[in-house]
């Protein structure tokens, strides 16, 4: 139950169905969620351990935002993991590999004419994931795993403020993967760095990318 619990609260949560600063009620939620208070107050104490929501005496239950100091971590953090990922991918991925990147960008090339926004993130965050699968490295595939849902709510927060951004998006992917096919290492890691920082400009200064 306390799985459950933590598990569709998340949701909620990376979903935007939760958005920042929306304030919960322990009573609500385990109403909502047709369960005792009890797994509700587990699941919002993990959360709020690993950052989701803020509980205080004060405020109460409140979902919390990712501040300036968040995003500029976590976009670190990604840089310094997929940009080693794509230039050690670069020239060896086999021909299954291939297939399965080239797939997915023409999915999310559909997902876009189809103006179909969610399922287009869902393949943006499945395609950063592939490449780091490709490693077969569990330490790389753990951490990006702790990073799943921020990078969810990263891609939902740049397609928000900036509605133009998703067919930029698109092509910048598709400059990365030939480059690693191509295997040119350092092209790739470096249009990768471009691609995670054109995401984080957007966040951080959205009134320059407003149309």
């Known amino acids: 139950m306390q799985t ?11 979903s935007g ?5 929306t304030f919960l ?3 609500q939620l385990a109403l909502q969620l047709e369960m005792s208070k009890t797994p ?7 959360l709020e351990a690993e950052g989701f ?16 100091e968040d995003i500029v971590d976590h976009y670190e ?19 299954k590999q291939r297939q399965q990147l080239m797939e997915n960008l023409q999915a999310q090339k559909s997902a876009l004419h189809q103006d179909d926004l969610r399922q287009l993130m869902l393949l943006d965050e499945q395609m950063h994931f592939m490449l780091g ?22 891609i939902l927060r740049v397609t928000d403020s900036d509605r133009s951004r998703p067919a930029e998006s698109i ?19 470096a249009l990768m760095a471009e691609h995670l920082e054109a995401g984080k400009r957007r966040i951080l200064n959205p009134e320059r990318f407003s149309r």
């Open 53 to 68: 929501v803020t509980i205080s005496a004060q405020q109460g239950i409140v979902v919390r935002g990712m501040s300036v």
């Open 25 to 27: 009620s322990e009573r």
């Open 77 to 95: 953090l990604r840089e310094a993991i997929e940009c080693w990922v794509v230039r050690r991918l670069a020239g060896k991925l086999d021909q």
């Open 133 to 154: 699968a490709f490693m077969q490295n569990r330490e790389i595939m753990s951490a990006m795993e702790r990073l799943r849902d921020k990078i969810h709510q990263v």
């Open 4 to 14: 459950r619990a933590y598990n569709e609260l998340r949701r909620l949560i990376v």
């Open 17 to 21: 169905e939760f958005p920042p600063g």
């Open 171 to 189: 092509q910048e992917h598709e400059a990365i993967i030939a480059a690693v096919i191509d295997g040119d290492a350092e092209k790739a890691s």
């Open 40 to 46: 509700v107050h587990v699941a919002l104490e993990r």
